[in-house]
């Protein structure tokens, strides 16, 4: 039985995106852990520190592996990581003395984490993208519009739908910049041996480093960034402000479309039990929810910040339990955000009858 929000049988309703729930899947992340051991594999064969058949044996192994999550799960619950029990999985299949080698648990989880991570920039950037034309379509249609300005919520002097509407639109495109130069800091192989210091690669750190960052197509790094988590809690970060955005939008739908003021008008809304007659924002609503939520998570990823000397047994996996559910509020907001903005039918003054 699941209690979070996401996957709910029933709160998953308002909360899931389907999407992003399969880029962050356990078959997926599984997947991205089997193509860093292969890869792992193959260049070490090639870097001479594995015979080379047998590293390529171990590789095709690897990539053809039935995984037993329930054996992960319970390795999980021994050892804090599920690389132990994998490698143990995985030389039941291949020539031990080809896989994992010179690697760490560590390694193998944060590589896997940042091929999620490239998935679901792809996904952000797509739906930042359509959002932000969909917004621009409603400029377009009802810039012109006369419309009351408000400051600290009371009436102040007439302004245009666009003057509006740009104040939803415009962060976006900011935030499309910014998602290049944020991925440019979380796409990175992690490759850093038992210390970080990649001593077990002696001199072929270097090349085993780029072959295994190509193959992934990620970054090569000179060091290890096992205890270096700024480019993650940065991405977190990064999130929250896509959220708070997309709450602006949504607090200002639902102040709009209030009894008496009926600055805009929508197709759909949600309906109430004990009173029929009522049209909820349920969509803008939602969107204040869930950059409220985004927000107060930011908070965890900076304490996952502080991780002490070269790995930490705490911070790191309070990384697991916060970035996920961050990434799903986003991806869930970005998506009612889209609907939300097909949905609008008027913005600003409604004609007089």
Known sequence: MTTCVFDHPWLSGLFNDAEMADILSPDRQMAHMLAFEAA???????????????????????????????????????????????????????????????????????????????????????????????LATLETEFGDTPLMGR????????????????????????????????????????????????????????????????TLGLAPTDKAWHAMRHGIAGYASFLSLITGTLGKFGQDVVLMSQQGIGDIAMSGGGGSSAMPHKQNPVS??????????????????????????????????????????????TARSLAVAIDMSQKITRIGQAPSA
Do not use: Y
Not at 102 to 128: P, Y
Not at 204 to 210: E, Y
């Open 151 to 214: 400051t600290r919520m009371q009436a102040a002097t007439e302004i245009t739908v666009r003057d509006r509407v740009l104040s939803w639109r415009l962060p976006l495109l900011d935030h499309l910049k910014t998602l290049d130069q944020k991925r440019a800091d979380v796409e990175k192989v992690q490759i850093g041996g038992a210390s970080g210091d990649r001593k077990a690669l002696k001199d072929k750190a270097d090349v085993v480093v780029a072959d295994v960052a190509n």
């Open 284 to 329: 803008a609503e939602l969107l204040v929810t869930l950059a409220r939520f985004n927000a107060t998570q930011v908070s965890a990823m900076h304490h996952a910040l502080i991780h002490e000397q070269e790995r930490s047994g705490t911070a790191w996996t309070l990384e697991w339990m916060v970035l996920p559910q961050m990434l799903m509020a």
């Open 40 to 134: 792992w594999s193959r260049a070490c064969g090639k870097a001479g520190l594995f015979d080379a058949v047998k590293a390529e044996d171990a590789a095709r192994a690897i990539e053809s592996a039935q995984i037993d999550l329930a054996d992960i799960a319970a390795g999980m619950g021994e050892d804090g990581v599920p690389i132990p029990r994998l490698v143990k999985q995985l030389k039941a299949l291949a020539p031990a003395e080809a896989l994992h080698k010179g690697a760490t648990s560590q390694d193998v989880v944060d590589t896997a984490l940042v091929l999620a991570l490239r998935e679901a920039s792809n996904l952000i950037e797509t739906r930042l993208t359509e959002l932000e034309k969909h």
